[in-house]
């Protein structure tokens, strides 16, 4: 029996101690005929690279790590550059500024908090931008990620030396008439993907507490025993909020356990509960594909009709959460150049084989 399996019969043993041997074998012949099968296929598919250049799948069912394997060279120890999942962690951050009272409100405008006080296209709108507003891909300037045209596009920015200035200094984004404006959207709210946004975020984050670095390790990381990691750093010196974070996907875990949790770690709440609600609660809409719903740099939508939130970024990568199963499932993934395909083969992981495996043990 490979170790992954393993570890899912001890979870089982140590849970059903006072059942009946006749039970036991019925609680075992359970899970060998819908959680074996199913994850037997899915990770021969993934060994197989019929599911490509995936590195690593943990899942965590009932707070016990009952799967847990790594492909193409990836192994217990490799940092993950997990993209624009990098971009939850951000929203995390921001919270707890709210939480010890750095930052009054998501609803305070972000220039308040921000290094930069100058900036071209200068605009009453600008200066109303708000936290908010860049926690959920919505604020007024012309960002898009997703627009190669868009001179808020990302790859714009990383050609210059200050990506913050280059986020204030865009211009105020029209609306002509085949475009929803905000008051015309779902949730009141224009989505823009902007990475240059959630940079902005980590100046406020870095400027409120004179080191975004040290905030993060003392106040996210260190609380969850999480001591190896890389952040990317910008060239000015300041850590890369918008993503590419290396972090183990154990330590990937631990940021969705904390978020089921609802922001308890270890009898400490890391995170209050209410901003895990406000951040995993629709606040504005993603029409792309089938459509999904986004919160505070989280994601929402279902795989196999569960409900579940989650942090993703280029490659497929994901830290899904699935409240209602006590699930929380980490994927990664170096498919960077698979656009789309890198994003559909994750969420055939979790739609096909995972959820539908706990569901048949729950």
Not at 95 to 114: H, M, P, V
Not at 183 to 195: A, D, K, L, M, V
Request: include cysteine; charged fraction near 20%.
């Amino acid at each position: 029996m490979n170790y992954h399996f393993t570890l899912l019969f001890l979870f089982l043993s140590a849970t059903i101690t006072a059942q009946t041997a006749s039970q036991y074998s019925k609680a075992e012949k359970k899970v060998k005929d819908n959680y074996a099968p199913l994850l037997i296929t899915m990770d021969s598919l993934i060994k197989d690279n019929t599911f490509k250049k995936i590195t690593s799948v943990v899942i965590s069912y009932n707070n016990k790590i009952v799967f847990e394997n790594y492909y193409n060279d990836a192994n217990k120890e490799t940092k993950h550059n997990t993209r624009s999942a990098t971009k939850s962690i951000t929203g995390t951050l921001i919270g707890c500024l709210i939480q010890q009272n750095k930052i009054t409100s998501e609803k305070d405008f972000a220039k308040k908090y921000s290094s930069i006080q100058n900036y071209r296209n200068p605009h009453t709108l600008k200066d109303s931008i708000t936290i908010e507003d860049l926690l959920t891909m919505s604020s007024i300037v012309e960002c898009d990620d997703w627009n190669q045209w868009s001179r808020g596009n990302e790859e714009r920015m990383y050609l210059i030396e200050d990506w913050v200035q280059f986020f204030w200094d865009l211009p105020v984004r029209g609306f002509p008439e085949w475009v929803p404006r905000p008051e015309n959207s779902p949730y009141g709210r224009s989505f823009s993907y902007c990475t240059a946004g959630t940079v902005a975020l980590g100046d406020i984050i870095n400027n409120v507490t004179g080191s975004l670095k040290t905030f993060a390790e003392e106040n996210l990381f260190r609380p969850l025993d999480i001591t190896d990691y890389h952040w990317q750093i910008t060239p000015t010196g300041l850590p890369m909020t918008g993503g590419g974070l290396g972090l183990k996907s154990r330590d990937l875990i631990k940021i969705g356990k904390l978020y089921l949790r609802d922001g308890q770690w270890n009898g400490n709440q890391i995170i209050s509960t209410d901003w895990i609600t406000k951040s995993t609660t629709p606040k504005s809409r993603i029409t792309m594909g089938n459509g999904f719903d986004y919160g505070y740099l989280w994601w929402i939508s279902s795989f196999n009709d569960e409900k579940a939130f989650y942090m993703t970024g280029t490659g497929g990568n994901k830290i899904a959460v699935f409240p209602d199963l006590e699930l929380v499932v980490v994927l990664t993934s170096s498919y960077f150049n698979g656009g789309m395909e890198s994003h559909n083969q994750t969420e055939k992981l979790l739609s096909d084989y995972i959820v539908p495996a706990i569901k048949g043990i729950k």
